[in-house]
């Protein structure tokens, strides 16, 4: 029988990932990996760090395949921004 998860749903992984980088991981991480990604399985706190998203996405994935994981980037409010273009044009 396969192992059940704890952390089913994305908006559970983004909580539970976010928890683990602000009380275990933000202190360690924030003086020397600023602007590098971390991807975090949230369940046993391990984490992958890359140089970009996808890097630590792979590091993650060979290490433990079987589990999802929680990415943001070191320093930073979000792992990557949006950035909107707004194409309507100015009347006047």
Do not use: W
């Not at 706190?45 to 140089?51: K, N």
């Amino acid at each position: 029988m396969a192992q059940q998860r704890i952390i089913e749903k994305p908006g559970k992984l983004i909580v539970a990932g976010k928890r683990v980088y602000e009380e275990r991981l933000r202190n360690i991480l924030e003086p020397e990996q600023h602007g590098r990604f971390v991807a975090i399985e949230p369940e046993s706190g391990r984490y992958f760090l890359g140089d970009s998203g996808a890097e630590a996405l792979i590091a993650a994935h060979n290490a433990m395949p079987e589990q999802r994981f929680f990415l943001a980037r070191v320093g930073y409010p979000a792992a990557h921004r949006v950035l909107r273009h707004d194409r309507r044009t100015r009347l006047g």
